[in-house]
Protein backbone atom coordinates (compact mmCIF):
# COMPACT_ATOMS: atom_id res chain seq x y z
CA UNK A 1 0.00 0.00 0.00
CA UNK A 2 2.86 2.22 0.60
CA UNK A 3 2.87 2.34 -3.43
CA UNK A 4 -0.29 3.80 -3.73
CA UNK A 5 0.40 6.34 -0.94
CA UNK A 6 3.75 7.50 -2.73
CA UNK A 7 1.65 7.87 -5.64
CA UNK A 8 -0.64 10.05 -3.93
CA UNK A 9 2.14 12.40 -2.18
CA UNK A 10 4.16 12.67 -5.83
CA UNK A 11 0.55 13.80 -7.36
CA UNK A 12 -0.13 15.84 -4.87
CA UNK A 13 2.98 17.55 -4.65
CA UNK A 14 2.87 17.96 -8.67
CA UNK A 15 -0.51 19.97 -8.13
CA UNK A 16 1.78 22.22 -5.26
CA UNK A 17 4.22 22.92 -7.32
CA UNK A 18 1.95 24.24 -10.30
CA UNK A 19 0.07 25.84 -7.78
CA UNK A 20 3.38 27.57 -6.26
CA UNK A 21 5.05 28.30 -9.53
CA UNK A 22 1.77 29.65 -10.64
CA UNK A 23 0.87 32.31 -8.13
CA UNK A 24 4.80 32.88 -8.06
CA UNK A 25 4.26 34.34 -11.57
CA UNK A 26 6.85 31.75 -12.83
CA UNK A 27 3.57 30.39 -14.87
CA UNK A 28 1.77 32.84 -16.99
CA UNK A 29 -1.68 33.62 -15.81
CA UNK A 30 -2.17 33.60 -19.40
CA UNK A 31 -0.81 30.10 -19.84
CA UNK A 32 -2.46 28.27 -16.77
CA UNK A 33 -4.12 29.25 -13.97
CA UNK A 34 -3.11 27.94 -10.83
CA UNK A 35 -5.05 24.61 -9.55
CA UNK A 36 -7.21 25.78 -6.44
CA UNK A 37 -8.89 28.28 -9.30
CA UNK A 38 -9.39 25.48 -11.73
CA UNK A 39 -11.16 23.49 -9.10
CA UNK A 40 -12.92 26.70 -7.97
CA UNK A 41 -14.46 27.76 -11.42
CA UNK A 42 -15.12 23.81 -12.11
CA UNK A 43 -17.54 24.10 -8.98
CA UNK A 44 -18.76 26.85 -10.44
CA UNK A 45 -19.67 25.40 -13.85
CA UNK A 46 -21.12 22.37 -12.54
CA UNK A 47 -23.32 24.52 -10.13
CA UNK A 48 -24.32 27.14 -12.79
CA UNK A 49 -25.71 24.46 -14.95
CA UNK A 50 -25.36 26.01 -18.28
CA UNK A 51 -22.64 23.14 -19.16
CA UNK A 52 -24.95 19.90 -18.26
CA UNK A 53 -26.35 19.52 -21.31
CA UNK A 54 -22.64 19.42 -23.15
CA UNK A 55 -21.61 16.77 -20.65
CA UNK A 56 -24.89 14.95 -21.25
CA UNK A 57 -23.88 15.01 -24.78
CA UNK A 58 -20.50 14.12 -24.46
CA UNK A 59 -21.18 11.16 -22.36
CA UNK A 60 -24.35 9.56 -24.67
CA UNK A 61 -22.35 9.85 -27.93
CA UNK A 62 -19.22 8.00 -25.59
CA UNK A 63 -21.22 5.40 -24.11
CA UNK A 64 -23.06 4.65 -27.52
CA UNK A 65 -20.40 4.05 -29.49
CA UNK A 66 -18.50 2.57 -26.66
CA UNK A 67 -21.32 0.08 -26.28
CA UNK A 68 -21.83 -0.50 -29.92
CA UNK A 69 -18.27 -1.28 -30.56
CA UNK A 70 -18.10 -3.88 -27.52
CA UNK A 71 -21.31 -5.70 -29.22
CA UNK A 72 -20.38 -5.62 -32.81
CA UNK A 73 -16.40 -6.17 -31.61
CA UNK A 74 -17.38 -9.27 -29.88
CA UNK A 75 -19.72 -10.91 -32.47
CA UNK A 76 -17.30 -9.64 -35.41
CA UNK A 77 -14.43 -11.36 -32.85
CA UNK A 78 -16.14 -14.47 -32.92
CA UNK A 79 -17.44 -14.95 -36.36
CA UNK A 80 -13.76 -14.07 -37.56
CA UNK A 81 -12.20 -16.28 -35.01
CA UNK A 82 -14.50 -19.21 -36.88
CA UNK A 83 -13.16 -18.33 -40.58
CA UNK A 84 -9.43 -19.06 -40.52
CA UNK A 85 -8.45 -17.64 -44.17
CA UNK A 86 -11.16 -14.71 -43.49
CA UNK A 87 -8.92 -14.12 -40.94
CA UNK A 88 -5.56 -14.39 -42.11
CA UNK A 89 -6.96 -11.95 -45.04
CA UNK A 90 -8.07 -9.72 -42.33
CA UNK A 91 -4.86 -9.82 -39.85
CA UNK A 92 -2.75 -7.07 -41.44
CA UNK A 93 -5.24 -4.53 -41.94
CA UNK A 94 -6.15 -5.48 -37.75
CA UNK A 95 -2.77 -4.92 -37.71
CA UNK A 96 -2.31 -1.33 -39.64
CA UNK A 97 -5.71 0.06 -38.17
CA UNK A 98 -4.48 1.91 -35.36
CA UNK A 99 -1.95 3.97 -37.55
CA UNK A 100 -5.30 5.67 -40.24
CA UNK A 101 -6.27 8.80 -39.28
CA UNK A 102 -9.72 7.84 -38.25
CA UNK A 103 -10.31 11.77 -38.05
CA UNK A 104 -9.64 12.09 -41.66
CA UNK A 105 -13.05 10.26 -42.32
CA UNK A 106 -15.24 13.22 -40.08
CA UNK A 107 -15.89 15.09 -43.28
CA UNK A 108 -16.95 12.26 -45.26
CA UNK A 109 -19.60 11.22 -42.63
CA UNK A 110 -20.86 14.82 -41.34
CA UNK A 111 -21.52 15.06 -45.97
CA UNK A 112 -23.03 11.87 -45.45
CA UNK A 113 -25.06 11.88 -42.03
CA UNK A 114 -25.13 16.04 -41.24
CA UNK A 115 -23.67 17.65 -38.78
CA UNK A 116 -25.55 15.89 -35.76
CA UNK A 117 -24.71 12.80 -33.10
CA UNK A 118 -24.01 10.20 -35.42
CA UNK A 119 -20.58 11.27 -37.19
CA UNK A 120 -19.00 11.82 -34.05
CA UNK A 121 -20.61 8.58 -32.65
CA UNK A 122 -19.56 6.79 -35.67
CA UNK A 123 -15.94 7.79 -35.08
CA UNK A 124 -15.99 6.88 -31.58
CA UNK A 125 -17.52 3.45 -32.83
CA UNK A 126 -14.79 2.89 -35.38
CA UNK A 127 -11.90 3.95 -33.26
CA UNK A 128 -12.98 1.24 -30.24
CA UNK A 129 -14.29 -1.69 -32.67
CA UNK A 130 -11.11 -3.13 -33.92
CA UNK A 131 -9.48 -3.10 -30.34
CA UNK A 132 -12.23 -5.29 -29.31
CA UNK A 133 -12.37 -7.48 -32.56
CA UNK A 134 -8.32 -8.19 -32.05
CA UNK A 135 -8.56 -8.83 -27.97
CA UNK A 136 -11.49 -11.00 -28.52
CA UNK A 137 -9.90 -12.81 -31.13
CA UNK A 138 -6.99 -13.00 -28.58
CA UNK A 139 -9.24 -14.59 -26.11
CA UNK A 140 -10.36 -16.98 -28.39
CA UNK A 141 -7.00 -18.06 -29.33
CA UNK A 142 -6.40 -19.43 -25.67
CA UNK A 143 -9.45 -21.53 -25.50
CA UNK A 144 -7.86 -24.89 -24.45
CA UNK A 145 -8.82 -27.49 -26.93
CA UNK A 146 -10.03 -29.86 -24.30
CA UNK A 147 -12.87 -27.39 -23.58
CA UNK A 148 -13.86 -27.24 -27.53
CA UNK A 149 -13.78 -30.90 -27.15
CA UNK A 150 -15.95 -31.75 -24.11
CA UNK A 151 -18.75 -28.89 -25.46
CA UNK A 152 -18.48 -31.23 -29.27
CA UNK A 153 -19.01 -34.22 -26.74
CA UNK A 154 -22.03 -32.51 -25.59
CA UNK A 155 -22.92 -31.96 -28.72
CA UNK A 156 -23.49 -28.12 -28.13
CA UNK A 157 -23.99 -25.63 -31.56
CA UNK A 158 -21.67 -23.03 -32.24
CA UNK A 159 -23.70 -20.50 -31.02
CA UNK A 160 -24.10 -22.55 -27.61
CA UNK A 161 -20.37 -23.32 -27.71
CA UNK A 162 -19.67 -19.26 -28.31
CA UNK A 163 -22.07 -18.20 -25.12
CA UNK A 164 -21.78 -21.08 -22.76
CA UNK A 165 -17.64 -22.17 -23.23
CA UNK A 166 -15.17 -20.40 -25.16
CA UNK A 167 -16.73 -16.15 -24.61
CA UNK A 168 -17.20 -17.19 -21.18
CA UNK A 169 -13.19 -18.46 -21.01
CA UNK A 170 -12.25 -15.28 -22.97
CA UNK A 171 -13.71 -12.76 -20.94
CA UNK A 172 -10.42 -11.16 -19.23
CA UNK A 173 -8.89 -10.79 -23.07
CA UNK A 174 -11.92 -9.09 -23.89
CA UNK A 175 -12.17 -6.99 -21.10
CA UNK A 176 -9.01 -5.56 -22.06
CA UNK A 177 -10.06 -4.68 -25.61
CA UNK A 178 -12.99 -2.89 -23.19
CA UNK A 179 -10.99 -0.73 -21.55
CA UNK A 180 -9.17 0.29 -24.80
CA UNK A 181 -12.88 0.76 -25.74
CA UNK A 182 -13.34 3.07 -23.53
CA UNK A 183 -10.53 4.92 -24.17
CA UNK A 184 -10.92 5.01 -27.42
CA UNK A 185 -14.55 6.05 -27.57
CA UNK A 186 -13.37 9.04 -25.30
CA UNK A 187 -10.83 10.18 -27.52
CA UNK A 188 -12.87 9.72 -31.02
CA UNK A 189 -16.46 11.85 -29.78
CA UNK A 190 -14.02 14.80 -28.18
CA UNK A 191 -11.60 14.76 -30.97
CA UNK A 192 -14.70 14.93 -33.25
CA UNK A 193 -16.14 17.35 -31.63
CA UNK A 194 -12.77 19.76 -31.13
CA UNK A 195 -12.78 19.99 -34.97
CA UNK A 196 -16.63 20.21 -35.80
CA UNK A 197 -19.44 20.36 -33.83
CA UNK A 198 -21.89 22.21 -32.71
CA UNK A 199 -22.59 21.32 -28.72
CA UNK A 200 -20.46 18.98 -26.39
CA UNK A 201 -17.50 19.17 -24.28
CA UNK A 202 -14.92 19.33 -26.84
CA UNK A 203 -16.50 21.88 -28.51
CA UNK A 204 -16.61 24.19 -25.46
CA UNK A 205 -13.10 23.20 -24.80
CA UNK A 206 -12.57 24.42 -28.48
CA UNK A 207 -14.92 27.21 -28.05
CA UNK A 208 -13.00 28.61 -25.04
CA UNK A 209 -9.95 27.29 -26.27
CA UNK A 210 -10.11 29.84 -29.47
CA UNK A 211 -11.60 32.99 -26.52
CA UNK A 212 -8.27 32.79 -23.79
CA UNK A 213 -11.26 31.47 -21.83
CA UNK A 214 -8.57 29.97 -19.03
CA UNK A 215 -11.32 29.95 -16.65
CA UNK A 216 -13.53 27.50 -18.71
CA UNK A 217 -11.20 25.89 -20.62
CA UNK A 218 -9.24 24.19 -17.55
CA UNK A 219 -11.94 23.37 -15.58
CA UNK A 220 -13.70 21.39 -18.50
CA UNK A 221 -10.04 19.66 -19.26
CA UNK A 222 -9.88 18.73 -16.31
CA UNK A 223 -13.82 17.82 -15.86
CA UNK A 224 -13.05 15.63 -18.69
CA UNK A 225 -9.55 13.74 -17.34
CA UNK A 226 -11.26 12.77 -14.02
CA UNK A 227 -14.53 11.47 -16.37
CA UNK A 228 -11.72 9.10 -18.23
CA UNK A 229 -10.02 8.46 -15.35
CA UNK A 230 -12.98 7.31 -12.99
CA UNK A 231 -14.18 5.24 -15.71
CA UNK A 232 -11.25 3.45 -15.92
CA UNK A 233 -10.88 3.01 -12.35
CA UNK A 234 -13.93 1.17 -12.00
CA UNK A 235 -13.11 -1.09 -14.82
CA UNK A 236 -9.93 -1.87 -13.59
CA UNK A 237 -11.43 -2.39 -9.72
CA UNK A 238 -14.49 -4.55 -11.56
CA UNK A 239 -11.97 -6.27 -13.98
CA UNK A 240 -9.52 -7.51 -10.39
CA UNK A 241 -12.63 -8.76 -8.85
CA UNK A 242 -13.52 -10.90 -11.07
CA UNK A 243 -9.91 -12.20 -12.13
CA UNK A 244 -10.03 -12.96 -8.22
CA UNK A 245 -13.21 -14.97 -7.93
CA UNK A 246 -11.98 -16.82 -10.99
CA UNK A 247 -8.86 -17.47 -9.35
CA UNK A 248 -11.02 -19.62 -6.62
CA UNK B 1 -0.28 -16.89 -50.32
CA UNK B 2 0.19 -13.52 -48.24
CA UNK B 3 0.41 -11.88 -51.37
CA UNK B 4 -2.73 -13.45 -52.77
CA UNK B 5 -4.67 -12.25 -49.88
CA UNK B 6 -3.15 -9.03 -49.28
CA UNK B 7 -4.54 -8.70 -53.14
CA UNK B 8 -8.08 -10.18 -52.29
CA UNK B 9 -7.90 -7.17 -48.61
CA UNK B 10 -7.37 -4.38 -51.27
CA UNK B 11 -9.99 -5.37 -53.64
CA UNK B 12 -12.62 -5.75 -51.47
CA UNK B 13 -11.80 -2.27 -49.65
CA UNK B 14 -11.82 -0.83 -53.35
CA UNK B 15 -14.98 -2.14 -54.51
CA UNK B 16 -16.26 -1.22 -50.84
CA UNK B 17 -15.54 2.34 -51.67
CA UNK B 18 -17.09 2.15 -54.61
CA UNK B 19 -20.45 0.93 -53.47
CA UNK B 20 -20.38 3.83 -51.38
CA UNK B 21 -19.49 6.02 -53.79
CA UNK B 22 -22.40 5.16 -55.70
CA UNK B 23 -24.40 5.41 -52.65
CA UNK B 24 -23.73 8.25 -51.05
CA UNK B 25 -22.56 10.34 -54.13
CA UNK B 26 -20.11 12.76 -55.52
CA UNK B 27 -20.88 15.63 -52.85
CA UNK B 28 -19.47 13.16 -50.05
CA UNK B 29 -16.74 11.35 -51.70
CA UNK B 30 -14.52 10.74 -54.38
CA UNK B 31 -14.79 7.81 -56.60
CA UNK B 32 -11.20 5.54 -56.07
CA UNK B 33 -10.08 6.42 -59.73
CA UNK B 34 -10.77 9.98 -59.30
CA UNK B 35 -8.74 10.07 -55.47
CA UNK B 36 -6.03 8.22 -56.66
CA UNK B 37 -5.40 10.36 -60.12
CA UNK B 38 -5.50 13.71 -57.52
CA UNK B 39 -2.90 12.13 -55.25
CA UNK B 40 -1.00 11.55 -57.90
CA UNK B 41 -1.43 14.87 -59.79
CA UNK B 42 -0.67 16.37 -55.85
CA UNK B 43 2.93 14.26 -55.31
CA UNK B 44 3.69 15.65 -58.62
CA UNK B 45 2.78 19.38 -57.91
CA UNK B 46 5.89 21.23 -56.30
CA UNK B 47 3.61 23.10 -54.06
CA UNK B 48 2.87 19.59 -52.11
CA UNK B 49 6.44 18.75 -50.98
CA UNK B 50 6.95 21.87 -48.19
CA UNK B 51 3.95 20.40 -46.37
CA UNK B 52 5.54 16.65 -47.13
CA UNK B 53 8.51 18.02 -45.73
CA UNK B 54 7.30 19.97 -42.80
CA UNK B 55 5.08 16.46 -41.50
CA UNK B 56 8.22 14.20 -42.30
CA UNK B 57 10.66 16.38 -40.41
CA UNK B 58 8.01 16.92 -37.21
CA UNK B 59 6.99 13.09 -37.37
CA UNK B 60 11.03 12.07 -37.19
CA UNK B 61 11.44 14.79 -34.44
CA UNK B 62 8.73 13.22 -32.48
CA UNK B 63 9.19 9.85 -33.00
CA UNK B 64 12.72 10.01 -31.55
CA UNK B 65 11.78 11.76 -28.53
CA UNK B 66 9.31 9.05 -28.02
CA UNK B 67 11.19 6.22 -28.28
CA UNK B 68 14.47 7.69 -26.27
CA UNK B 69 12.27 9.09 -23.47
CA UNK B 70 9.81 5.87 -23.64
CA UNK B 71 12.74 3.60 -22.87
CA UNK B 72 14.54 5.79 -20.79
CA UNK B 73 11.40 5.65 -18.85
CA UNK B 74 10.33 2.36 -19.30
CA UNK B 75 13.99 1.15 -17.87
CA UNK B 76 14.45 3.24 -14.96
CA UNK B 77 10.95 1.75 -13.54
CA UNK B 78 11.47 -1.93 -14.55
CA UNK B 79 14.91 -2.17 -13.06
CA UNK B 80 13.42 -0.57 -9.73
CA UNK B 81 10.46 -2.73 -8.34
CA UNK B 82 9.47 -0.11 -5.51
CA UNK B 83 9.57 2.56 -8.40
CA UNK B 84 7.22 0.16 -11.73
CA UNK B 85 5.15 -0.06 -8.28
CA UNK B 86 4.65 3.54 -8.04
CA UNK B 87 4.93 4.72 -11.69
CA UNK B 88 2.77 1.62 -13.73
CA UNK B 89 -0.23 2.59 -13.20
CA UNK B 90 0.05 5.96 -13.71
CA UNK B 91 1.74 5.13 -16.88
CA UNK B 92 -1.43 2.96 -17.57
CA UNK B 93 -3.72 6.06 -17.00
CA UNK B 94 -1.52 8.19 -18.69
CA UNK B 95 -2.29 5.89 -21.78
CA UNK B 96 -5.55 6.00 -21.71
CA UNK B 97 -6.54 9.44 -21.15
CA UNK B 98 -8.11 11.39 -24.16
CA UNK B 99 -5.03 13.38 -25.21
CA UNK B 100 -6.55 15.02 -27.82
CA UNK B 101 -8.08 17.43 -24.53
CA UNK B 102 -4.61 18.28 -24.13
CA UNK B 103 -3.82 20.19 -27.04
CA UNK B 104 -5.03 23.76 -26.17
CA UNK B 105 -2.50 23.37 -22.72
CA UNK B 106 0.32 21.90 -25.33
CA UNK B 107 -0.40 25.12 -27.99
CA UNK B 108 -0.27 27.95 -24.74
CA UNK B 109 2.80 25.80 -23.82
CA UNK B 110 4.66 25.93 -27.24
CA UNK B 111 3.18 28.14 -29.22
CA UNK B 112 2.04 27.61 -32.62
CA UNK B 113 4.35 25.42 -34.78
CA UNK B 114 6.77 22.95 -35.11
CA UNK B 115 7.30 22.49 -30.92
CA UNK B 116 3.77 22.15 -30.51
CA UNK B 117 3.71 19.43 -33.64
CA UNK B 118 6.61 17.55 -32.01
CA UNK B 119 5.24 17.67 -28.40
CA UNK B 120 1.56 16.52 -29.07
CA UNK B 121 2.89 13.55 -31.17
CA UNK B 122 5.49 13.05 -28.74
CA UNK B 123 3.04 12.66 -25.68
CA UNK B 124 0.84 10.53 -27.65
CA UNK B 125 3.83 7.77 -28.16
CA UNK B 126 5.73 7.84 -25.44
CA UNK B 127 3.34 6.02 -23.16
CA UNK B 128 2.89 2.41 -25.23
CA UNK B 129 7.12 2.67 -25.18
CA UNK B 130 7.65 2.91 -21.87
CA UNK B 131 4.90 0.42 -21.14
CA UNK B 132 6.52 -1.98 -23.37
CA UNK B 133 9.91 -1.08 -21.99
CA UNK B 134 8.75 -1.48 -18.43
CA UNK B 135 7.50 -4.73 -18.82
CA UNK B 136 10.85 -5.99 -20.76
CA UNK B 137 12.95 -4.79 -18.43
CA UNK B 138 10.73 -6.42 -15.54
CA UNK B 139 10.57 -10.31 -17.65
CA UNK B 140 14.14 -10.37 -18.28
CA UNK B 141 15.71 -12.83 -17.05
CA UNK B 142 17.02 -12.17 -13.01
CA UNK B 143 20.17 -13.93 -13.64
CA UNK B 144 21.29 -11.39 -16.55
CA UNK B 145 21.01 -8.29 -14.10
CA UNK B 146 22.66 -10.38 -10.85
CA UNK B 147 25.55 -11.20 -13.46
CA UNK B 148 25.60 -7.36 -14.55
CA UNK B 149 25.82 -6.48 -10.30
CA UNK B 150 28.63 -8.83 -9.77
CA UNK B 151 30.77 -7.24 -11.91
CA UNK B 152 29.67 -3.77 -10.87
CA UNK B 153 28.81 -2.48 -14.18
CA UNK B 154 26.95 0.95 -13.57
CA UNK B 155 23.30 1.06 -14.27
CA UNK B 156 23.92 3.08 -17.37
CA UNK B 157 26.03 0.44 -18.68
CA UNK B 158 23.69 -2.06 -17.40
CA UNK B 159 20.98 -1.04 -19.51
CA UNK B 160 22.86 -0.12 -22.59
CA UNK B 161 24.83 -3.86 -22.31
CA UNK B 162 22.25 -6.04 -21.01
CA UNK B 163 18.78 -4.74 -21.11
CA UNK B 164 18.59 -3.39 -24.11
CA UNK B 165 19.74 -6.29 -26.16
CA UNK B 166 17.59 -8.40 -24.23
CA UNK B 167 14.79 -6.54 -24.19
CA UNK B 168 15.11 -5.32 -28.10
CA UNK B 169 11.73 -7.68 -29.66
CA UNK B 170 9.68 -6.21 -26.85
CA UNK B 171 10.49 -2.81 -27.15
CA UNK B 172 10.05 -2.97 -31.24
CA UNK B 173 6.29 -3.87 -30.15
CA UNK B 174 6.25 -0.75 -28.35
CA UNK B 175 7.76 1.21 -31.25
CA UNK B 176 5.22 -0.14 -33.62
CA UNK B 177 2.30 0.64 -31.61
CA UNK B 178 4.33 4.31 -30.70
CA UNK B 179 4.83 4.82 -34.29
CA UNK B 180 1.17 4.83 -35.34
CA UNK B 181 0.23 7.06 -31.97
CA UNK B 182 2.86 9.46 -32.46
CA UNK B 183 1.71 9.55 -36.45
CA UNK B 184 -1.85 10.22 -35.67
CA UNK B 185 -0.73 12.92 -32.85
CA UNK B 186 1.53 14.86 -35.23
CA UNK B 187 -1.32 15.08 -37.71
CA UNK B 188 -3.49 16.19 -35.28
CA UNK B 189 -1.17 18.93 -33.76
CA UNK B 190 -1.03 19.49 -37.24
CA UNK B 191 -4.67 20.21 -37.71
CA UNK B 192 -5.06 22.75 -34.81
CA UNK B 193 -1.71 24.21 -34.14
CA UNK B 194 0.26 25.02 -37.52
CA UNK B 195 -0.14 26.57 -40.75
CA UNK B 196 2.00 23.77 -42.83
CA UNK B 197 1.85 20.48 -43.17
CA UNK B 198 -0.35 17.75 -44.12
CA UNK B 199 -2.40 17.72 -40.91
CA UNK B 200 -3.27 21.26 -42.09
CA UNK B 201 -3.73 20.94 -45.48
CA UNK B 202 -6.35 18.04 -43.73
CA UNK B 203 -8.35 21.01 -41.92
CA UNK B 204 -8.10 23.62 -44.29
CA UNK B 205 -9.85 20.93 -46.67
CA UNK B 206 -12.61 20.16 -43.90
CA UNK B 207 -13.02 23.98 -43.79
CA UNK B 208 -13.38 24.42 -47.52
CA UNK B 209 -15.22 21.06 -47.80
CA UNK B 210 -12.56 20.30 -50.88
CA UNK B 211 -13.77 16.69 -51.09
CA UNK B 212 -11.38 15.74 -53.62
CA UNK B 213 -8.39 17.30 -51.24
CA UNK B 214 -9.97 15.06 -48.35
CA UNK B 215 -10.30 11.90 -50.39
CA UNK B 216 -6.54 11.97 -51.76
CA UNK B 217 -4.80 13.15 -48.40
CA UNK B 218 -6.74 10.61 -46.57
CA UNK B 219 -6.08 7.77 -49.02
CA UNK B 220 -1.90 9.12 -49.12
CA UNK B 221 -2.09 8.78 -45.15
CA UNK B 222 -3.37 5.75 -45.25
CA UNK B 223 -1.23 3.99 -48.23
CA UNK B 224 1.50 5.26 -46.03
CA UNK B 225 0.28 4.38 -42.83
CA UNK B 226 0.14 0.70 -44.02
CA UNK B 227 2.61 -0.10 -45.55
CA UNK B 228 5.14 1.04 -42.63
CA UNK B 229 3.05 -1.01 -40.22
CA UNK B 230 3.16 -3.54 -42.34
CA UNK B 231 6.68 -3.16 -42.63
CA UNK B 232 7.30 -2.58 -38.98
CA UNK B 233 4.86 -6.23 -38.34
CA UNK B 234 7.33 -7.97 -40.85
CA UNK B 235 10.64 -6.76 -38.44
CA UNK B 236 8.91 -7.59 -35.22
CA UNK B 237 7.60 -10.79 -36.29
CA UNK B 238 10.92 -12.03 -37.28
CA UNK B 239 12.61 -10.33 -34.14
CA UNK B 240 10.48 -12.36 -32.02
CA UNK B 241 10.95 -15.72 -34.36
CA UNK B 242 14.97 -14.95 -33.49
CA UNK B 243 14.63 -14.48 -29.90
CA UNK B 244 12.53 -17.08 -28.64
CA UNK B 245 12.29 -19.08 -31.52
CA UNK B 246 8.62 -19.53 -31.44
CA UNK B 247 6.97 -18.00 -34.54
Known amino acids: MTAGRLRFALALALVLLLEALSRFGVIDRFAMIPPSEILWHLGKILSGGE ?198 | MRTLRAAILIACVLAAWQALFA ?67 VLVALYSIPKITLYPIVLLAFGIGMPAKIAFGAIHGIMPIAIFALGAARNLNPVYLKAARVMRLPPSRIAARVLLPAAIPEIFTGIRIGFSLTLIGTLLGEMFASQRGIGHLLIQAIGLHNVRMIMALTLLLVVVAVTASALLLAVDRRLRRHMFGAP
Not at chain 1, 100 to 122: N, R, S, T
Not at chain 1, 130 to 157: E, S, W, Y
Not at chain 2, 73 to 79: D, M
Open chain 1, 51 to 248: MWPAIGKTLTNVAMACIAAIIVGVILGTLIHGWRSLRETLDPLFAAYYAIPVYAFYPLFIVIFGLGDVPQVLIGFMLALVAVIVNTLNGLDRVPRVLIKTARIQRLGPLATALKITLPYAVPYIFTGVKLAVAYSFIGVIGAELIMSRTGLGYEIGFAYNNFDNAVMYPLIVLVLAIAATVNTMFFLWEKKMLARRRK
Open chain 2, 23 to 89: FAGASALTSPRDTIAYAAELLSSPGFYPHLIETAQAFAVALAIAISCGILIGFTLGLYRFAADVGEP
